[in-house]
């Protein structure tokens, strides 16, 4: 009886994950999202001038979801709707050669000068997670720019991620194809004079961290900020990747920040797939140990989202709010001291004295909802966790 009554328990629970699943497409290219700013009327800037890298292979006016093997780039200015405007027309791309060392270079000055004529001299570099299409990489790059308040150069870096949930393993394959490119744009800007701020999100933060590494063979500021969201990127206790390159980038950069939230169940998903190792991104009591001089944490499990909850940082103004003090390189107590972060202890700690956590701070209607916390539940049972 009790055998019958957990497999009618499990059943039940399993129908209703698949249910509540099968009420959202996950999937980005069985959809046409419109991407928005997280607020209203007047506090977003003017529509951002994106520049973009792409190894995806060209497909009319765009790009397909394709390994294309070579680099493409090009720049858009690119309208981002507000929070209750009506919906903003996709952009217009204007191609610009980046193929071989030369044409890279070149790019990357034309990057500099408009970093210039914006009297600074930064870029902020965002790498994409996986299943995205090239249309809601860049969108998402300029909505980050704006919400962000970022007023210097702003550059999307895409790779050819086939925009399907399901597709997740061709996805960890196709992240890798993009690293020289990465490591060729971060040489080209730090040549050109530009300090490259890297947004990096989930697979993003693979390319980011292995390009930044390679970059650096001996230690100098290849990187200013490095924000790391989501990170999927394996944290296996004794045989730690991430760890890894943890110390081999944090002497290249100015600081690196993770966020981290274990109400991410994508990265659940990546965990199962991966033999039951960890992800650096899913769980902000895990990812404490790599917090050090130069390296922060941030508990993010609170942040508004969508049902997958792996894309907070597009979600939730919170989130976009500390990124932006982040990115202008405020302290970490200073940022709490004005408003956005909490401490919590794990056991009597404090923040203070090292043996706390920051959070983020969110009002309580804001948490994650009765789907999400449902699934976090469901999900150890429906995926083969180890």
């Not at 744009?185 to 390679?214: K, P, Y």
């Not at 944290?235 to 290249?252: I, S, V």
């Not at 990124?323 to 794990?346: E, F, H, K, Y």
Request: charged residues 15%.
């Amino acid at each position: 009886m009790r055998r019958m009554a957990a497999a009618i328990t499990r059943a039940v629970v399993v129908a209703a994950a698949a249910m509540l699943l099968g009420g959202c497409t996950l999937s980005v290219t069985l959809r046409h999202d419109e991407i928005r700013s997280v607020w209203g009327p007047g506090r977003a800037l003017p529509p951002p001038t994106v520049y973009f890298v792409t190894d995806r292979s060209p497909s009319g006016a765009g790009f397909s979801q394709s390994w294309g093997g070579v680099a493409h780039c090009g720049r858009a200015r690119v309208p981002i709707a507000n929070a209750v405007s009506a919906a903003a027309p996709d952009p217009s791309l204007e191609p610009i050669a980046c193929d071989g060392a030369a044409a890279m270079a070149a790019f990357a000055g034309q990057v500099a000068a408009a970093a210039r004529a914006r009297n600074c001299n930064k870029v902020l570099l965002i790498a994409q997670g996986f299943n995205l299409t090239f249309r809601v990489a860049l969108l998402h790059g300029a909505q980050v720019a704006m919400d962000s308040q970022w007023s210097c150069a702003v550059l999307a870096f895409d790779w050819s991620s086939e925009g399907r949930f399901n597709r997740y393993m061709a996805d960890v394959e196709r992240s890798g194809y993009a690293v020289p490119v990465m490591i060729s744009l971060l040489e080209a800007l730090h040549t050109a004079g530009l300090e490259t701020e890297v947004l990096a999100h989930s697979l993003g933060a693979r390319i980011a961290m292995a390009a930044t590494g390679a970059v650096c063979s001996t230690p100098r500021p290849v990187v200013g900020e490095m924000v790391l969201v989501a990170a999927d990127v394996s944290a296996e206790p004794g045989n730690d990747d991430f760890a890894q390159l943890l110390k081999r980038d944090a002497p290249c950069t100015r600081r690196i920040t993770i966020y981290a939230s274990d109400n991410d169940l994508a990265l659940m998903a990546s965990r199962s797939l991966h033999g039951g190792v960890g992800r650096a991104g899913q769980s902000p009591l895990a990812a404490m140990q790599y917090q050090s001089p130069g390296i922060e944490v941030i508990d993010s499990s609170l942040a508004p989202d969508d049902l997958s909850g792996h894309a907070y940082f597009i979600f939730s103004y919170e989130m976009l709010t500390d990124i932006m003090w982040t990115l202008n390189g405020t302290s970490v107590p200073q940022r709490a001291a004005n408003g956005g972060l909490a401490c919590a202890d794990w056991s009597g700690g404090a923040c203070a004295a090292g043996t706390g956590r920051y959070l983020l701070k969110v009002a309580p209607d804001r948490h994650p909802g009765l789907r999400r916390r449902l699934l976090r539940q469901v999900a150890p049972i429906v995926l083969p966790l180890q």
